[in-house]
């Protein structure tokens, strides 16, 4: 069985007009995704609220991350990573408007 390397890094346009999202792996449980945000934030007044626990981390870049009863922003750096359970409503306030940030997510 042949197997290829892919990278993280792979195919991310020089222009990224709107946020970026890509299925990287699923197997109806358990979805993996590549996001690649630069300088993108949530519209104002919008909360993502998923059915499903999300676990993200930024691979490259910065975010700042906010979720629903809370004033603090979560600042997120290269490693960093949170867990958000299902119908915990989230939103990204804002994304690195200097590069291009990426986001590992596995939903499940």
């Known amino acids: 069985m042949f197997m290829k390397v892919h990278s993280l890094f792979s195919d991310i346009p020089a222009d ?3 946020e ?14 590549r996001i690649v945000s630069c300088g993108h934030s949530s519209p104002e007044g919008f909360w993502y609220d998923q059915d499903w626990n999300e ?10 991350l906010r ?5 603090e922003v979560l600042v997120l750096n290269p490693g960093d990573w ?4 299902a119908h915990r409503k989230h939103r990204v306030e804002w994304t690195d408007p200097n590069g291009k940030t990426v986001w590992l997510a596995v939903h499940c």
């Open 16 to 18: 990224v007009p709107e």
């Open 20 to 33: 970026m999202f890509e299925d990287l792996f699923d197997t109806g449980t358990v979805r993996i995704e």
């Open 55 to 64: 676990w993200v981390m930024v691979i490259r870049g910065s975010a700042g």
């Open 67 to 71: 979720l629903e009863g809370s004033d």
């Open 82 to 85: 949170v867990n958000i359970p």
